[in-house]
């Protein structure tokens, strides 16, 4: 089967009227993992990406899922996660992104030690029926219908399950807000009545936005940069936690006009990396477990990652959707300079906290039961 690309969705704000599409729309929890399109024809199962790149090597524990638990001939979009097993389950992106390893024996420990599961929220194909010129709607109820035999839910991890649905926008509603707590990162919306459109924005997704003050403590430049038209890239943010200066992420959306400009304002910042509260991080930093600036990981091998130090005196406004651990999730968006701020007075406790939530109450995994839904 020639590759398939996965529907897309663009950015709204708030729950969307249902009233306003034709046939409605219904909701469902927006995954935060990597987006998959399962293929399984008998013992043959491939997992594709988002940008149609192999990750089946990377999960034997959902291949082994796939082939206990889904129709014989299928292609199903959906997403792979995985959960914390201690205290209370929550998604865990960046242990997700650790699964992804050249060597084999660290794929299968892995597997073992942090598995990851496949929810499934759209069918493609089922047996030899194309399902992509359907609405919505109706391959909603074909994959309800085909996984009514999963095995009982009774686990979290190395599963694959099946995405709630509603169509009431109240419930849609409370699922923004509490299913943040799990580690989801908002809810999407499907017009029913919408066939399925590969690279198409079709699907509406609504995201968690929320601004901080933090301190600019670097700059990298552009990849367009040369030395006659120097371009500002991104810069490096901070916040500050029992008096260290500690990386929370970067902001890097700029007309190349305005990164010309920044270059010749934070100039006058520019120091010594020994001067700099991360200078020691230079010294050891090998491999990129917490995310420093200036280092390496398998998802930037090969990038120049070094960074320009500046003083830290400075303090932006940003808007981020939420956060992954100590650090943005996503690129955080340049709001205004706060000229008002003292750099030492922006730490974490001034940072939103999602009230926490079983991620097992997402999936309704209970003992005797399935994934719900909700109409």
């Known amino acids: 089967m020639p590759p398939v690309q996965p529907m897309l969705a663009k950015s709204v704000k708030g729950i969307p009227d249902p009233a306003k599409f034709e046939g409605g729309l219904s909701f469902e929890p927006k995954w935060d993992g990597f987006r998959a399109i399962v293929f399984r024809d008998g013992d043959e199962v491939e997992i594709t990406s988002r940008n149609t790149k192999p990750l089946t090597r990377y999960f034997p524990e959902v291949v082994a899922a796939i082939k206990e638990q889904l129709p014989e001939r299928c292609v199903l979009d959906g997403e792979l996660f995985v959960a914390s097993t201690s205290g209370r389950p929550r998604l865990e992106f960046e242990t997700l992104q650790e699964r992804i390893h050249p060597a084999a024996s660290r794929i299968n420990l892995l597997a073992e030690q942090t598995p990851a599961s496949f929810v499934a929220f759209d069918a493609l194909a089922l047996g030899n029926d194309d399902l992509t010129p359907m609405p919505f709607g109706e391959r909603r109820a074909r994959l309800e219908a085909a996984l009514t035999d999963l095995p009982a839910l009774d686990e979290l991890t190395g599963r694959v399950h099946l995405t709630r649905t509603t169509t009431d926008p109240a419930v849609a509603e409370e699922w923004f807000h509490q299913f943040e707590g799990a580690g989801l990162d908002g809810v999407v919306a499907k017009p029913l009545g919408a066939a399925y459109q590969q690279n198409a924005r079709t699907m509406l997704k609504i995201k968690h936005a929320r601004t901080a003050d933090v301190v600019l403590a670097g700059y990298r430049l552009h990849k367009t940069s040369t030395p006659e038209r120097p371009l500002l890239g991104s810069m490096l943010l901070g916040l500050y936690d029992g008096g260290k200066l500690q990386h929370v992420g970067v902001a890097a959306s700029f007309t190349e006009a305005r990164r ?26 090998i491999a990129n477990p917490d995310r420093v600036p200036g280092t390496q990981s398998r998802w930037s091998a090969g990038k120049d990652l070094s960074f320009t130090p500046l003083r830290p005196e400075r303090v932006l406004e940003v808007g981020y959707e939420h956060m992954e651990g100590r650090r943005f999730r996503h690129t955080a968006q340049f709001k205004r300079w706060r000229p008002d701020r003292d750099p030492e ?17 997402v999936l309704d995994v209970v003992p005797d039961g399935s994934p719900g839904q909700e109409a």
């Open 260 to 285: 010309a400009e920044l270059m010749d304002e934070l100039r006058p910042l520019e120091t010594d990396i020994k001067d700099h509260p991360w200078g020691e991080w230079q010294e050891w930093a």
């Open 345 to 361: 007075s922006c730490g974490y406790e001034q940072l939103e906290e999602p009230v926490s939530y079983d991620l097992t109450r």
